[in-house]
């Protein structure tokens, strides 16, 4: 099936879509969206300029600041924000399509971000109707009394990694608590998302609430995050980027919440079930095409099951099943645009000069006309300095250090300028309690990967972010907190 055949005429261009409607089309760049998988044009996004995102940022300020979003009481709003959730989980089909058009990512780890993407609403409507206050009486003269209220206009800004799961969560976490909000999503993953805002409506989110634009980072996402009518900045996406927005959100004195990148310690202790290791450290750093922020594309190894793990690590990259997106058997599909590939191939270069040694890959897979189809990669690095074990690759390529013992491992895993999350692989209690409480990263998972509850939080230490998504986390961003004093 080739999906760009899906795509009626008028579903090719994105646009933006402000105050309930599609923006209407004039002027403005227009950018061509690129499948991964055939590399064939699928449609085009029209770039919104300063004026068009000051537009989107005015129908965000009146819904707050008259409409009746921020007015309702959390269960008028949960009855909507449940309806979007079945409005999605009813046009799953369409969704995954549009996605796995936009991203590359394969068919079936594309399913569960649509499910994803549904549970972050119900989950964040849940959270905001069972909020509660808080009552002082310690001087019995006054009730002190605290409530959340909802704080504004958020911008949020979303990556191109996993697009539908992202940029929901950020939405869910944002509007739950009565706030609105203007969404720029990732200028190569424009359709799926699009498409979410448009059923944000059909399932009744009054006009104002949810706003999209579109366009390159440098042009409509810097007019949105350094736009002075906004009150906060939600932001997913890379490190560097991350900077910048704090800096552009920073002269106006905006808060920001930055969930950044990774390069994640996947530990494999010589106490681990190596079996349920190589699983899990396969997944941790092969699944979603290897694009994500929580991968654990740094292994560490003990010596003395390094031959063993390493031996079967690489056999099983190898039979990674690789093709179309769309088949349903396929585990990894193409990366998601052409510089992104060129860049993690460009690694495996950096790999060889400093000394490192590729195990498997490093270069495109074979026998695909088009597609920006990649080999799973593996280097055992020469050690931890390298630049494959600090830098951020995003992709499939996993960077293997050897350890001796567990406190060398420890350090090792300090040794980053990332702390999003960690692996631990061992059936060793001692060594999987002390490695998650030295380990400095914001998730520790042992001998699982991926375990993501939503209700936790969940952020980074370092360079991988500032706050938490989750349940009270994302309350606290999200509110203002105030408190009134009445004498009685
Ligand atoms: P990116 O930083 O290049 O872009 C993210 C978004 O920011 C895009 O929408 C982009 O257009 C926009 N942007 C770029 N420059 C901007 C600027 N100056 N002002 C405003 N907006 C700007 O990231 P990416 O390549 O889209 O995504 C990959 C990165 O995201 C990786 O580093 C990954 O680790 C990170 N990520 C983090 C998490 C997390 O939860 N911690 C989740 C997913 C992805």
């Given at each position: 099936m080739n999906i760009a055949t899906r795509l009626a005429p008028d579903r090719r261009l994105v646009t933006s879509f402000i105050d309930g409607a599609a923006a209407a089309t004039g002027p403005g760049t227009l950018i061509e969206v690129i499948d991964p998988a055939t590399e064939q044009v699928v449609g085009e996004l029209r770039e919104a300029d300063a004026g068009e995102v000051g537009q989107a940022v005015a129908a965000a300020r009146r819904a707050f600041d008259t409409g009746p979003w921020p007015r309702m009481s959390s269960d008028e709003r949960k009855a909507i924000l449940y309806r979007i959730r079945d409005v999605i989980l009813q046009h799953r089909d369409e969704l995954l399509a549009l996605e796995v058009m936009n991203t590359g990512l394969p068919v079936a780890s594309v399913a569960w971000q649509v499910s994803r993407a549904a549970a972050n609403f119900e989950m964040f409507a849940d959270v905001a109707s069972t909020l509660a206050g808080q009552t002082f009486t310690q001087d019995p003269r006054y009730l002190t009394y605290v409530t959340r209220e909802p704080k504004g206009v958020a911008a949020l800004i979303a990556p191109w990694n996993a697009p539908l799961a992202l940029a929901s969560m950020r939405i869910a976490t944002c509007i739950a608590f009565g706030n609105t909000c203007v969404l720029k999503p990732s200028e190569y993953t424009p359709h799926s998302i699009l498409r979410m805002v448009e059923l944000c409506h059909v399932a009744g989110l009054p006009n104002g609430v949810l706003n999209l634009v579109n366009g390159r980072g440098h042009v409509t996402g810097e007019s949105l995050v350094s736009h002075p009518g906004i009150d906060m900045v939600g932001f997913t996406g890379g490190s560097e980027t991350g900077r910048s927005i704090m800096a552009a959100a920073g002269r106006n004195l905006k808060p920001c919440i930055l969930e950044l990148g990774g390069k994640s310690a996947s530990i494999v202790f010589d106490s681990a079930d190596l079996d349920q290791a190589i699983d899990g450290t396969l997944m941790g750093i092969f699944s979603n095409n290897g694009q994500q922020c929580l991968a654990g594309s740094r292994i560490l190894i003990q010596r003395s099951v390094a031959d063993r793990y390493i031996d079967a690590f690489t056999r099983r990259a190898r039979a990674i099943r690789i093709g179309n997106p769309l088949d349903p058997n396929t585990e990894m599909g193409p990366l998601a645009f052409r510089r992104h590939m060129e860049r993690v191939l460009s690694f495996a270069d950096i790999a060889r000069a400093e000394g490192g040694e590729i195990l498997t890959g490093g270069k495109r897979a074979e026998?695909?006309?088009?597609?920006?189809y990649v080999e799973p990669t593996i280097v055992l690095a020469k050690d931890n300095e390298a630049r494959v074990c600090q830098e951020?690759?995003?992709?499939p390529f996993a960077s293997l250090v050897l350890f001796d013992d567990p406190e060398e491992a420890v350090a090792i895993a300090n040794a980053s300028a990332f702390g999003l999350v960690s692996y631990v692989w061992s059936n060793d209690l001692a060594v999987t309690m002390k490695a998650s409480r030295d380990i400095r990263a914001g998730t520790i998972w042992v001998n699982t990967p991926m375990m993501r509850e939503l209700r936790a939080p969940f952020g980074g230490y370092k360079e991988s972010g500032i706050g938490r998504d989750g349940m009270s986390s994302s309350a606290d961003f999200f509110t203002e907190l105030k408190t009134t004093s009445i004498p009685y």
């Open positions: 026998g695909f006309d088009a597609g920006y951020e690759i995003f992709g």
